[in-house]
T-cell receptor, first 113, second 116 residues
Framework: DTAVSQTPKYLVTQMGNDKSIKCEQN?????MYWYKQDSKKFLKIMFSYNNKELIINETVPNRFSPKSPDKAHLNLHINSLELGDSAVYFC????????????FGNGTRLTVT | GNSVTQMEGPVTLSEEAFLTINCTYTATGYPSLFWYVQYPGEGLQLLLKATKADDKGSNKGFEATYRKETTSFHLEKGSVQVSDSAVYFCALPHMNYGGSQGNLIFGKGTKLSVKP
């Protein structure tokens, strides 16, 4: 009965490849997010969807493309992976987009070699 | 938008020591304030929150008081345990209630290590 689940937990791949990370929440929340955490633990918002509509798209290379097939899912596809993409990617959800608490998945550690 | 500044770590304490992790913010209005905790290998979990000035959030022995005079939300615990070893993040909404960007922004995190 995991609230926010993301797969895979670990992802090791070579430069230039394309990969996807999947996220699902069973909390009935309207809003979902992708955050990137770097090696120094700094968290930065990448994208946010509200009821399948993109509402936040921070300065992220267009190699990153989120997709929300329904409000319970938010997937992240990354094209032409680069070394600098190595990080931990967290999916999160919240009841609404007015600053309500976030519920996080356990993260996907992406390593690009 | 709003912003948050958090004391840098790492912080190393002995078991039963007193903990303070400083957090200050800049914001228009009075947004809700949050502390999140990240245990090794896990995602962030909400530790406590306060929704208005002078509110005190508390959970698992941790406390933080929303102080508008000093724009601070310092995290405290009277007696830490080894199991409290984690990274702690202060957070607030990017914009206030009613704004179009309700995502949380996080401080840089403070790593706490508690030794037996």
């Amino acid at each position: 009965d995991t609230a926010v689940s993301q797969t895979p937990k670990y992802l090791v791949t070579q430069m230039g490849n394309d990969k996807s990370i999947k996220c699902e929440q069973n909390l009935g929340h309207d809003t979902m997010y992708w955050y990137k955490q770097d090696s120094k633990k700094f968290l930065k918002i990448m994208f946010s969807y509200n009821n399948k509509e993109l509402i936040i798209n921070e300065t992220v290379p267009n190699r990153f493309s989120p997709k929300s097939p329904d409000k319970a899912h938010l997937n992240l596809h990354i094209n032409s992976l680069e070394l600098g993409d190595s990080a931990v990617y967290f999916c999160a959800s919240s009841r609404d987009r007015e600053g309500s608490p976030l519920h996080f998945g356990n993260g996907t550690r992406l390593t690009v070699t | 938008g709003n912003s948050v500044t958090q004391m840098e770590g790492p912080v190393t304490l002995s078991e039963e020591a007193f903990l303070t992790i400083n957090c200050t913010y800049t914001a228009t209005g009075y947004p809700s304030l949050f502390w999140y905790v990240q245990y090794p290998g896990e995602g962030l979990q909400l530790l406590l929150k306060a929704t208005k000035a002078d509110d005190k959030g508390s959970n698992k022995g941790f406390e933080a008081t929303y102080r508008k005079e000093t724009t601070s939300f310092h995290l405290e615990k009277g007696s830490v345990q080894v199991s409290d070893s984690a990274v702690y993040f202060c957070a607030l909404p990017h914009m206030n209630y009613g704004g179009s960007q309700g995502n949380l922004i996080f401080g840089k995190g403070t790593k706490l290590s508690v030794k037996p």
